[in-house]
Each structure stands twice: as structure tokens, then as C-alpha cells.
């Protein structure tokens, strides 16, 4: 494949569709805390030997798609959906047949990284075996096939390789300047109105955009860990010590305990604490510098809680402790550093959240464990014995629109997109929603079907809509008029006989300053677009403003790569070069997709309508 292909295809949405859903895996299928094995099974959709995608994961990837690329009609986003995970089946086939293996290492690496699996900032292998429904080596199984196969992609995917001789045309684009000449049509300018009969008529023949929302009611079980810890009580003095600056102290290990005391006489007598070790040189075994020291003990700390104490009960710097006897030595302790310990609101809240966080964790790893065995151990799918078990209330929502603000479960915009992907049978347990740690159980007693709603209700919202009709129809013949006459006329005539404002932008980059014509983005779109010379070829582009501007490119020049610039050149080769390798994958892909076998089950395949 050439770079005259990456011309011709780099704005593809398929190739960026296909490599964007391969590359990331199917982020979230079978990884969340109650997602992997047991619990109610999803039926298989798409098959090949030895791989399987379920009826949920399409329906999730599906629900993505939609939200992703709304420019796309349900029909393309649906056939657009299935090539994906075709291509997923079939990528997942072929490295089964020939296997490549993760080390331990990178695994590991995963694992640890993983927040869900830590503990007060930490990795804790409890937590991991807590979280995860499976054995731990069946979870790093499914944590090697992805890395395999993210490695396995972008193996591929580095290896395009681009020569000088076809990185000069794309330099020489890249350092193109040009002039241009612009005409805006402000959509203020067109003003319209909509009468009776006309709202009427759009409204029948467009009844589906004006539907109630679908309304769900549910009973739920929440294990929020947020709840459980907001209503942990904290003392001021446990925020005021949590929240503690951390301290510095230097340590004097002491040959016996008579001398360590002596050593605190001397000190408290006037002495600082070096001139003493100095002194008692042949008693003090070892000391040096503990560096920072935070108010509790944690995996970090190199001396116990008691000592830590005594340093952060300590007044002033140069101080020392009473002897403290750590492993068998006799040890003091010298205060160095103390800054300054007022807390700020903000700093106290942080501190009284994180304690409550710490207090209510074994309660909340109590409970995770309850529901794990209770919903996916025991297979059991009454709602209100899984509530009886885990000791959490049974919790009801009356018919309402999911997603749609206020204070209800059902607002929450992860709860909303679960119920779109349920099969919505009532009375049946649903496929839980994690959501960080908060763990939703649900089943759905009743849904309610959109209804139509009557024009009275939303005449004002389909007169505007008719309106925005009569003015993009409007706008589109003026500005149709308006290149046919740039391209006798010219385009200062043109505009000039239309009314339309111009302005000309010399070595026009994109990037203009504020002015009566060009807008930003609108700058930005038409520095997107290829450049065509002269006014027999002007062009037409809207802004998301609703302006639209008729424009011209009145002189274009192709630049030279600086000669100083070896950085830019290379970072412009490595990135042709990583295009050229993403659509030699993407041939890859389509080429393994046609020789697989793939079952496909269609009928549950069918969507409702989003």
C-alpha cells in the first residue's frame, strides 16, 4: 500500500471505526466487579470456533456507536457495528490459532496498575482476589489474550515505512501557505416565520421526534461504598492529625537505655541533639535522617505507630522524645522539621474524607463479598433475598424517564444506558451496573412505552424547527447562487451584489484573528479543506455557528521543508508511516475476516429503535 492510498483513504471513518474498536479490545466486556462469570448469562450473538461475542456486548458496543457517530443513520451505525465485531471474532480466531504469549512482567504490570484493585494508593492482592468473581489465573488469562493482542496490532501496525522521496510532497503541503478571499451569509440575515398550517404539517410528518421519553420502574439493591462511608463519624482531633503536615526527625539509636536517657537530660538541659551524639559517641550505635514522617503508620514508615507519635507530640524543632525501645533498641528521636499545621477547609475535608474512606472500607469489602456470593455464587435471581442476605435495603423507583436529571437512581447516566441494553423484561434480575465501586442491582417491574405528544405541547418547538428548515433551504440556494455567479463574475462582485460582507486573509493558516466575517471555527473548517485554486472553483462551508461562507483561494504556494527542521520531518515521517501501518492492518483484518466462519444468530441482533 502507498501513500498515495493514505491520501485517498486516511479520512475513511471505517479505517479509524475498525482500528479504534481492535486497538482498545472491547474495553469493559467481562472486566468489570460483577461482570465476569456466573450471574445471568447474555446469549451468544456472533460465533467462531473458538471465540464468542454475546447478545450484551454487541448491544453495548452498539449503544457506543450510536452516541459516537450520530451523523451516521441507525442502519449504518448497525451494519457499521457488526463489521466491527466481525473483525474483533475473526482478529481473536486467528491468534488462537497462532498464540502469542504476554509475559508475566507486562501482566503483572497491568494488574498492579489497575485502581480498582488498590488500597490506600496501593496494589493489594487482597482487594484484586476480592474484586474479581474468577480465579486469579483465569483473570490473567483474559489480561494476556488482550495484550497479546494490542501487541499483536500495533506489531502491524509500526510496520509501514516511508522514503524520502514520498515524504517530500507531503512536507511540501505541509509548509503550503495561500491566500483567500471569504463572503459570509449570517444566518441572522434570513429571517422566516411558520404558520398554522405549515406547523401542522411538519408535525404529522414528523411525529417520531416528538415522543415522551420511555419511563422505567424498577427495585434495586445500591452498595454505594460513598453512602456507607458519609455516614462514618470522625472526630476534629482524628481529621486535625490526619491531616497533619508531614514532619522530619532524626533518629539516635543508643547503646542501653541509661545512655539514651542521659543523652534526653542532656538535651532537655540546653544541648542540641548533635552536640550530644557528638559527645556520646561511643554509646550512640547508629543515627541518621527518618526524612518525611506522616502522622499514621503505613507500608512506608520505618518506625511504629508509638514513635510516630511521640515525634508529632513533640512542640518545637530541635526537641527530642522520651527513649523508645523499637526491635530492642533503644532509640530517641530529634525533631527537624515542622511546618506549618494549620489546616485549610479544603485540607480538612480532604483529610475527614479520607478517613471516613479507610474506616468504612472493612464494611464495604463485607458487603462486596456478601453480594458476590450471593448473586453469582449461589446463581440466585430473587432480588428480595439478595437484599435479605447482603443486608442492604430494597430500594423502589415508580415509572420515570431514565437519564433525565433529578434526584432517582434511574438519573444517573450509567443506570440510564443499562436500561437501553437491558431485554427490559419485567420482573427478571438485570445485568448489574458498576460504576467505580458502586455496585447497582436491579430488576425492572414495569416500562412504559414512548407516547406521542400532542402538538399543543411542542408547537413551539416545531415552529422553530420549520422555521430552521425554511432558513437552511434558503441559505443553501443563496449561497448556490452566489458561487455560480463567483464563477462569471468573481467573487468581490458577487458578494458585492448580493450584499454579503467579504474580507481577504493572505497566508491564511486557520488561525484568525477576531474579525466581522470569518469566525474561529469556521477559520479552522476551511483550513481543513484541500486547497483549489481560482474563483471557478469556490467553495461553500457552514460553521457551527450557522453562518455559512462562500470562499475562494486567490493565490496558493507550496512551501519547503527548513532545512533546520529535522524534528518536524521525522515526527511527519513517523506519522505517515504509523497511517500507512494502521490501513496495512486494517487490510490485515478485512483479509482474516473473509476467510473466518462466523456465526451470526441476526435475530438478536435486532435493536429497538435509540
Known amino acids: 500500500m502507498s501513500l498515495e492510498d493514505i491520501r485517498e483513504k486516511k479520512t475513511s471513518i471505517w479505517i479509524y471505526l475498525v482500528i479504534g474498536l481492535l486497538l482498545i479490545g472491547m474495553a469493559g466486556f467481562g472486566t468489570s466487579q460483577f461482570g465476569m462469570g456466573g450471574g445471568n448469562v447474555s446469549p451468544?450473538?456472533?460465533?467462531?470456533?473458538?471465540?464468542?461475542?454475546?447478545?450484551?456486548?454487541?448491544?453495548?458496543?452498539?449503544?457506543?456507536?450510536?452516541?459516537?457517530?450520530?451523523?451516521?443513520?441507525?442502519?449504518?451505525?448497525?451494519?457499521?457495528?457488526?463489521l466491527q465485531l466481525q473483525q474483533r471474532l475473526a482478529l481473536t480466531e486467528y491468534l488462537h490459532n497462532y498464540p502469542l504469549a504476554?509475559?508475566?512482567?507486562?501482566?503483572?504490570?497491568?494488574?498492579?496498575?489497575?485502581?480498582?484493585?488498590?488500597?490506600?494508593?496501593?496494589?493489594?492482592?487482597?482487594?484484586?482476589?476480592?474484586?474479581?468473581?474468577?480465579?486469579?489465573?483465569?483473570?490473567?488469562?483474559s489480561v494476556s489474550k488482550d495484550l497479546a493482542m494490542q501487541n499483536f496490532q500495533q506489531s502491524i501496525a509500526a510496520?509501514?515505512?516511508?522514503?524520502?522521496?514520498?515524504?517530500?510532497?507531503?512536507?511540501?503541503?505541509?509548509?503550503?501557505?495561500?491566500?483567500?478571499?471569504?463572503?459570509?451569509?449570517?444566518?441572522?440575515?434570513?429571517?422566516?416565520?411558520?404558520?398554522?398550517?405549515?406547523?401542522?404539517?411538519?408535525?404529522?410528518a414528523n411525529k417520531d421526534q416528538y415522543l415522551s421519553a420511555e419511563q422505567f420502574a424498577i427495585d434495586y439493591i445500591d452498595l454505594n461504598p460513598q453512602n456507607i462511608a458519609d455516614s462514618i463519624q470522625v472526630s476534629?482531633?482524628?481529621?486535625?492529625?490526619?491531616?497533619?503536615?508531614?514532619?522530619?526527625?532524626?533518629?539516635?539509636?543508643?547503646?542501653?537505655?541509661?545512655?539514651a536517657q542521659a543523652a534526653v537530660a542532656a538535651v532537655q538541659g540546653g544541648k542540641s541533639a548533635a552536640t550530644v551524639a557528638t559527645e556520646m559517641a561511643d554509646k550512640v550505635d547508629d543515627n541518621g535522617d527518618l526524612g518525611s514522617l506522616k502522622p499514621k503508620e503505613d507500608a512506608d514508615s520505618l518506625i511504629p505507630q508509638n514513635a510516630i507519635d511521640a515525634i508529632f507530640a513533640l512542640?518545637?524543632?530541635?526537641?527530642?522524645?522520651?527513649?523508645?525501645?523499637?526491635?530492642?533498641?533503644?532509640?530517641?528521636?530529634?525533631?527537624?522539621?515542622?511546618?506549618?499545621?494549620?489546616?485549610?477547609?479544603?485540607?480538612?475535608?480532604?483529610?475527614?474524607?479520607?478517613?471516613?474512606?479507610?474506616?468504612?472500607?472493612?464494611?464495604?469489602?463485607?458487603?462486596?463479598e456478601k453480594l458476590n456470593k450471593a448473586v453469582f455464587e449461589s446463581g440466585n435471581s430473587d432480588l428480595n433475598d439478595i437484599a435479605e442476605v447482603v443486608d442492604l435495603p430494597l430500594k423502589t423507583v415508580a415509572l420515570q424517564a431514565a437519564g433525565q436529571g433529578g434526584d432517582s437512581v434511574l438519573a444517573l447516566p450509567e443506570m440510564a444506558q443499562a436500561l437501553q441494553n437491558s431485554d427490559k423484561t419485567t420482573g427478571k434480575l438485570q445485568e448489574p451496573v458498576t460504576i467505580g465501586e458502586r455496585v447497582i442491582i436491579y430488576r425492572i417491574n414495569a416500562v412504559k412505552a414512548?407516547?406521542?405528544?400532542?402538538?399543543?405541547?411542542?408547537?413551539?418547538?416545531?415552529?422553530?424547527?420549520?422555521?430552521?428548515?425554511?432558513?437552511?433551504?434558503?441559505?443553501?440556494?443563496?449561497?448556490?447562487?452566489?458561487?455560480?455567479?463567483?464563477?462569471?463574475?468573481?467573487?468581490?462582485a458577487a458578494a458585492a451584489a448580493g450584499n454579503y460582507p467579504t474580507q481577504a486573509f493572505a497566508n491564511f493558516t486557520g488561525q484568525v484573528t477576531e474579525n466581522p466575517v470569518l469566525d474561529a471555527i469556521g477559520a479552522l473548517l476551511i483550513a481543513q479543506q484541500t486547497p483549489v485554486f481560482g474563483e471557478k472553483n469556490a467553495q461553500e462551508l457552514t460553521s457551527v455557528t450557522g453562518d455559512t461562507y462562500v470562499y475562494v483561494n486567490t493565490a496558493i504556494r507550496l512551501g519547503s521543508a527548513d532545512s533546520d527542521n529535522a524534528a518536524g520531518e521525522e515526527k511527519l515521517q513517523q506519522s505517515l508511516a504509523v497511517s500507512l501501518g494502521q490501513m496495512e492492518f486494517s487490510d490485515f483484518v478485512e483479509s482474516i475476516t473473509s476467510r473466518t466462519e462466523i456465526k451470526v444468530r441476526s435475530g438478536l441482533l435486532q435493536s429497538d429503535t435509540p
Not at 236 to 259: H, K, M, Q, T, V
Not at 322 to 340: H, M, Q, R, S
Open 236 to 259: 476534629d482531633a482524628e481529621i486535625i492529625a490526619a491531616g497533619a503536615a508531614p514532619r522530619r526527625a532524626n533518629y539516635y539509636l543508643f547503646a542501653d537505655e541509661a545512655s
Open 315 to 368: 512542640d518545637t524543632v530541635g526537641q527530642v522524645t522520651a527513649p523508645i525501645t523499637v526491635d530492642g533498641g533503644f532509640y530517641v528521636f530529634e525533631l527537624t522539621d515542622k511546618p506549618n499545621e494549620s489546616l485549610s477547609e479544603a485540607a480538612k475535608t480532604a483529610a475527614k474524607k479520607a478517613l471516613q474512606a479507610e474506616k468504612a472500607a472493612p464494611q464495604v469489602a463485607e458487603l462486596n
Open 102 to 141: 504476554a509475559s508475566n512482567t507486562a501482566i503483572d504490570k497491568i494488574i498492579r496498575e489497575n485502581p480498582t484493585f488498590h488500597e490506600n494508593g496501593e496494589f493489594s492482592e487482597a482487594v484484586f482476589r476480592r474484586t474479581i468473581p474468577v480465579e486469579p489465573q483465569i483473570y490473567r488469562n
Open 159 to 204: 510496520t509501514g515505512v516511508v522514503s524520502q522521496a514520498e515524504i517530500t510532497p507531503f512536507n511540501e503541503m505541509q509548509n503550503l501557505s495561500r491566500d483567500i478571499l471569504v463572503a459570509k451569509l449570517a444566518r441572522s440575515a434570513f429571517a422566516n416565520t411558520a404558520d398554522d398550517a405549515e406547523i401542522q404539517a411538519y408535525y404529522e
Open 450 to 492: 414512548p407516547e406521542q405528544k400532542p402538538l399543543s405541547e411542542v408547537k413551539t418547538a416545531v415552529e422553530q424547527a420549520v422555521i430552521a428548515e425554511k432558513t437552511d433551504k434558503q441559505i443553501a440556494a443563496a449561497a448556490k447562487a452566489l458561487i455560480a455567479k463567483t464563477q462569471t463574475e468573481g467573487l468581490q
Open 44 to 82: 451468544t450473538a456472533l460465533k467462531t470456533a473458538n471465540a464468542e461475542i454475546t447478545q450484551a456486548e454487541f448491544q453495548q458496543v452498539l449503544s457506543n456507536n450510536r452516541q459516537n457517530y450520530q451523523d451516521m443513520s441507525p442502519a449504518e451505525v448497525e451494519n457499521t457495528t457488526l
